[in-house]
């Protein structure tokens, strides 16, 4: 009876032991809304969400939107900065300023500038400058929003982003090899990890990345190679946004947000 007790918890440690640690975060308020895409929440918990190529802007007083019929379908949208919000319609290789009311504040045709770049990836950056990724040349580059003149920086790329993401000092993506790696204002490349594949992610420091796969959500700490699972109740999420230990999961039904701290 001993050795079979001895045996239990053997067993129950080594399994244990080849599990994620699990985080539990608690759930604080939801709300509906009908969307094909949730883009993010801001620090003014402002919600941001595209509906029939329209985007919408959503709080307790109202509701915004824009939209650009002319220029097709929106291909990306960066709310970094709630006060020069980007819409990115690569169909037509051009980008859309808006103030924090959606009103158009500039509109760029990158076709039209001096030397024509063709831009697969855009996001803000800092000093009034939006980070650029021309695909004909396979390099990053800085447009400056007031003087209107494009830089490039660095060194060519020479691989396709399986996922990027911008700051206002640095340039993340993920290549198509699952290498992760950033740039900065300079132009320095850095490799920070490889990592493991995923149905979708967001990097939320320069060490750690929220990632969701096999229908579970998880976040990885690459400078202690930890793992956590996070224990959501929705099983059916379409994607998520974390920001400010708020981390806001988007289903069917619409968003639900969760307080977290994240180790």
């Known amino acids: 009876m001993k050795k079979l007790a001895y045996l239990f918890l053997f067993l129950t ?19 509906a809304i009908k969307a094909d895409l949730f883009i993010g929440l801001d620090g003014f918990k402002n919600y941001y969400y595209c509906n029939n190529n329209v985007l919408y802007k959503k709080n307790t007083e109202a509701i915004l939107q824009y939209q650009s019929v002319s220029l097709g379908k929106i291909s ?3 709310i970094l900065n709630p006060l020069k919000i980007i819409v990115f319609y690569e ?12 009103n158009e504040v500039q509109r760029i045709d990158f076709s039209k500038l001096d ?7 855009i996001g803000v950056a800092g000093q009034n400058k ?12 800085l447009y400056d929003l007031v003087s209107t003149q494009y830089q490039e920086i660095g060194n060519p790329i020479g691989e396709g ?20 790696k950033v740039c900065n204002l300079y132009g320095k490349n850095t490799t920070i990890a490889t990592i493991e594949s995923f149905d979708d992610c967001q990097i939320i420091t320069d060490t750690k990345i929220l990632f969701f796969k096999d229908n579970a959500l998880f976040v990885r700490d690459y400078t202690n190679n930890k793992e956590y699972q996070i224990e959501i109740v929705e099983k059916s999420l379409r994607n998520f946004f974390y920001k400010d230990q708020i981390l806001s999961i988007f289903t069917n039904k619409g968003i639900t947000n969760y307080k977290i701290t994240i180790p």
């Not at 440690?13 to 709300?31: A, C, E, H, M, W």
């Not at 030397?115 to 990836?121: D, E, L, M, R």
């Open 13 to 31: 440690t080594v399994l244990g032991f080849g599990q994620n640690p699990k985080l539990y975060p608690i759930r604080t308020d939801s709300i």
């Open 76 to 78: 990306k949208v960066d």
């Open 91 to 102: 169909q037509f290789n051009t980008a859309v300023i808006l103030d924090n009311q959606l």
């Open 115 to 121: 030397n024509s770049i063709v831009v697969s990836a």
């Open 130 to 141: 939006v980070w650029i990724f021309n695909s004909l040349k396979q390099q990053l580059g």
């Open 161 to 180: 982003f399986k996922y990027y993401q911008t700051d206002y000092n640095y340039f993340y993506w993920i290549s198509q090899n699952m290498q992760w």
